[in-house]
């Protein structure tokens, strides 16, 4: 059985920092695509950054604002761990995170909610301004 575990949210002040992480169990994350999704309040789940499994890396929603070079995706595959360090923090970013793994076997990139597997419960995040 598939369980994915986030850990590490709570109430943080406008410009502090965060970091996410997800204890995966039951699939081996080498071979999956890792994902960090976010659900403000009132509003779709989007995607903020996934790795990609082999030489891909990291890659992030250049469509959400204000994301890029905030928000830094890793993975420690020996650890079947994955994190989200998140810094200067917004209360925008308030919402609950998401982490998310997708079997992949080409090396692909993969940014909608549909395309992944298995979902873990989700951590809130809260941030004041």
């Known amino acids: 059985q598939v369980t994915l575990v986030e850990s590490g949210g709570g109430l943080v002040q406008a410009g502090g920092s965060l970091r996410l992480s997800c204890a995966a169990s039951g699939l081996t994350i080498g071979n999956y695509v890792m994902a960090w999704f976010r659900q403000a309040p009132g509003k779709e789940r989007e995607f903020l950054s996934g790795?990609?499994?082999?030489?891909?890396?990291?890659?992030?929603?250049d469509f959400v604002k204000g994301l890029k070079g905030r928000f830094t995706i890793s993975r420690d595959n020996a650890k079947s761990a994955v994190y989200l360090q998140m810094n200067s923090l917004r209360p925008e970013d308030t919402g609950v995170y998401y982490c998310?793994?997708?079997?992949?076997?080409?090396?692909?990139?993969?940014?909608?909610?549909?395309?992944?597997?298995?979902w873990g419960q989700g951590t809130q995040v809260t941030v004041s301004s």
């Open positions: 998310a793994a997708k079997r992949d076997y080409f090396g692909q990139f993969y940014y909608t909610r549909a395309e992944f597997d298995y």
């Open positions: 790795h990609s499994r082999g030489g891909g890396g990291a890659y992030y929603a």
